[in-house]
């Protein structure tokens, strides 16, 4: 079965309002020659004159007075599918949204998003997978909307979009011995380490700064997650490496906890977002990206150092 032409109903729908040839086509930014061939052709497909003439205008037959409503409700339901497929009613909106994250973007960067959902999209639900939870094919499948990492993701189609950038620190107990004297790489080294790794790896960007200067330090424990570590601590001499923004999180609960400025140089680590090109023009997930970003930003923001 041959569907009609979506533009002849739009037309239609016009000169029907109209009751002129003339005023469709400027309704349309057609030519009154243009529409007077669309008319032709909307004839040709009824079977019925449509709109006949009265003296200097055009009257409607009863064919065109009986489909009026029919065709106002058609290109009205259209018009919706497609505004509709550019816009998301959000207090409707009944979705999972799958993110893959580690426990330190879940910790200090979560707590925004979850109570932006709450209050814009009462009915979605958010699942954090764990970083490195299945493989890189994950985002191309549909398993997760949203990677979170400071890693970029092979698979070249992927779309990606900085979050934020932040630096490490180190922290200890608040009566650290590390904390009597200046604190330099040696006295750093000195110290047994927590390592921060879901894969059990002791080794990283620390370790290669250390022994670019003749140094080395024992990792004596390694653990899943940086809340997990960081727990540890009050109870120990341990050292363990954070993202500045953790100190966020040790304001809020009243960890009696000290951070110092590593003694050796290690790289800004930028985190991102990444999303497949299935859904870049999703408003759901459109919606989900840019109020990730913005409460990154606001929560990036508030646990900066107060400079005074």
């Known amino acids: 079965m041959q569907l009609p032409d979506m533009n002849l109903l739009v037309a239609l729908d016009a000169l029907l309002d109209e009751g002129s040839v003339v005023g469709a086509a400027r309704r349309m930014n057609l030519s009154p020659a243009a529409m007077s061939r669309t008319l032709t052709r909307i004839r040709e497909a009824i ?3 449509i709109l006949v003439r009265a003296g200097r205008g055009l009257v409607p037959t009863p064919k065109a007075l009986e489909l009026r409503e029919q065709v106002r409700d058609v290109v009205e339901q259209a018009a919706h599918l497609f505004h509709s497929a550019r816009v998301v009613d959000l207090g409707s909106l009944r979705r999972r ?3 893959r994250a580690n426990d330190f973007f879940i910790g200090i960067y979560g ?16 699942r954090f997978a764990p970083e490195g939870d299945g493989d890189d094919e994950a985002l191309r499948e549909g398993r997760i909307d949203l990677s979170v990492s400071n890693n970029r993701p092979l698979m070249p189609e992927v779309k990606v979009q900085n979050l934020f950038s932040t630096q490490f620190v180190g922290l200890v107990r608040e009566d650290h011995p590390l904390l009597d004297q200046e604190i330099t790489a040696e006295r750093f080294a000195g110290y047994s380490h927590i390592s921060m790794s879901r894969r059990g790896i002791a080794r990283g960007p620390i370790d290669a700064a250390l022994n670019a200067l003749g140094l080395e330090r024992r990792v004596a424990v390694i653990a899943p997650s940086f809340h997990a570590a960081m727990f540890a601590l009050p ?15 040790v304001r809020r609960l009243g960890l009696k906890l000290r951070s110092f400025t590593l003694p050796i140089p290690l790289p800004t680590i930028v985190l991102n977002q990444a999303w497949h090109p299935r859904f870049d023009n999703d408003p759901a997930h459109r919606w989900l990206r840019e109020t990730l970003k913005a409460c990154c930003d606001e929560t990036w923001l508030a646990a900066q150092p107060v400079v005074s």
């Open 47 to 49: 079977g019925d004159p």
């Open 111 to 126: 707590g925004k998003l979850f109570d932006t959902m709450e209050r814009q999209a009462p009915h979605c639900e958010l």
């Open 235 to 249: 109870d120990s001499d341990l050292i363990l490496p954070v993202p500045r923004e953790t100190l966020l999180s």
């Open 97 to 99: 949204f799958s993110i």
